[in-house]
């Protein structure tokens, strides 16, 4: 029985592209796959010629061979297949399904065909600094120490004793995975021998056993930038742990955490200070003076009559805006307080003062007022 055309088989026209093709087979593959028509006695032969026509196809020789000659090109007469063999044995079958199983899984596989013992990037680390209001307002160059992991310097990192060479792992031959054939697919796996690097050391370094790394505390200088706040992020490039086998450091963070400060009540670039007045300050009015970020001073204004909660602003006071932004603004929050542990005579004054000040009370003035009225139009 003569042979279906190729392209006709995988339902693609002559000029479709590899990726084309590819989509095409994919297609075809999913649709007629054995396992999902156990009831259809040709599905496995339909399926076998997918696999045929997509592993001509997919080669740009093959496909350039069976383009000019049709399925001749691979018949004896023609001088055989490309690249040897005929399309359609279990061995190609296989394979060009196995190409599919990699283009689909091979991510999750760590990668497709080949691979090798690659080098490993370390590990980024993480360093939680804590700083005060003040080290944030200013900025600082601190020294922090770190335990980290770095390259041992009798191995180079190799894990093999000096002078020695890791060899080959001859379960995978250096891939440091391997393959088993389980029906249609082929399941890659980590070498169990290697465990994935594709090396076997005969003579481990005795320095770090192995490993190729050696734990060590390290100090290092770390600039911290004016106007950090809590959660700000600071990145050393290639300060974090070390690769495995010659593979590039990982990178430190830094994550700042600016302690609570007892004056000063922060709200991003803004600062914030409740200061407390006496009654006699909060209404005849007068200057305060109030601290500033910076170990400063200022004088503030308290306007007559002021009541508790009344806020007053100082521009640029506050933090400096990181990376150059605006600096904040301070904002004195007034607390009028009550006092305490009168004697006779101050709460004789304060009964006379009470008396004489039933019109100096606006707030409470209109407050009962209200209340009254209220009362009213609940007997009502």
């Known amino acids: 029985m003569s042979k279906r055309d190729y392209y006709e088989v995988l339902g693609a026209s002559k000029g479709a592209s590899a990726d084309e093709l590819k989509k ?4 075809k593959a999913k649709e007629l796959h054995p396992d999902r028509n156990k009831d259809n006695p040709k599905a496995e032969a339909q399926f076998k010629e997918v696999n045929e026509a997509y592993d001509v196809l997919k080669d740009a020789d093959k496909k350039a061979a069976y383009d000019r000659f049709g399925h001749a090109a691979f018949d004896g007469g023609m001088g055989g297949r490309p690249g040897g063999g005929r399309p359609g044995g ?5 394979s060009a399904f196995s190409d599919v199983f990699d283009d689909l899984f091979g991510d999750f596989m760590g990668g497709g065909r080949g691979g090798g013992a690659r080098a490993q990037r370390g590990s980024d680390l993480r360093y939680n600094l804590r700083v005060t209001l003040e080290e944030a ?3 600082l160059q601190k020294t922090i120490n770190v335990p980290t992991s770095v390259t041992c310097e009798e191995c180079n990192g190799s894990g093999a004793e000096a002078g020695a060479e890791p060899t080959v792992c001859p379960t995978c031959s250096g891939m440091g995975k391997v393959r088993a054939q389980q029906g249609f697919f082929t399941v890659e796996r980590t070498c169990p021998t290697c465990q994935g690097t594709g090396q076997m050391i ?4 005795k320095s770090c056993g192995g490993a190729g790394r050696k734990n060590k505390e390290r100090s290092l200088s770390v600039n911290i930038p004016a106007g950090v706040e809590t959660g700000t992020r600071i990145r050393l490039s290639g300060e974090g742990e070390a690769g495995l086998r010659g593979g590039p450091t990982g990178d430190l963070y830094i994550f700042i955490d600016v302690a609570e400060h007892p004056i000063f009540e922060r709200e991003g670039p803004h600062l914030h200070c409740r200061v407390p007045v006496s009654m006699a300050s909060a209404a005849l009015g007068g200057d305060i003076e109030v ?4 170990g400063g001073r200022s004088r503030v204004k308290i306007p007559a009559g002021s009541q508790s909660g009344r806020q007053m602003r100082l521009r640029s006071k506050g933090m400096p805006g990181l990376r150059g932004g605006p600096r904040g603004d301070m904002y004195i929050e007034l607390a009028v307080e009550t006092p305490v ?4 005579k101050q709460k004789e004054l304060l009964r006379d003062f009470e008396k004489m000040s039933e019109e100096n009370n606006p707030e409470s003035s209109s407050f009962f007022t209200k209340v009254k009225s209220f009362w009213d139009g609940m007997k009502g």
Do not use: V
């Open 291 to 294: 601290p500033t970020i910076d």
């Open 202 to 205: 005969q003579n481990p370094c």
């Open 90 to 94: 279990n061995g190609d079958f296989a």
């Open 341 to 344: 542990n009168l004697t006779g």
């Open 137 to 139: 307002f200013a900025g």
């Open 24 to 27: 095409a087979y994919r297609k």
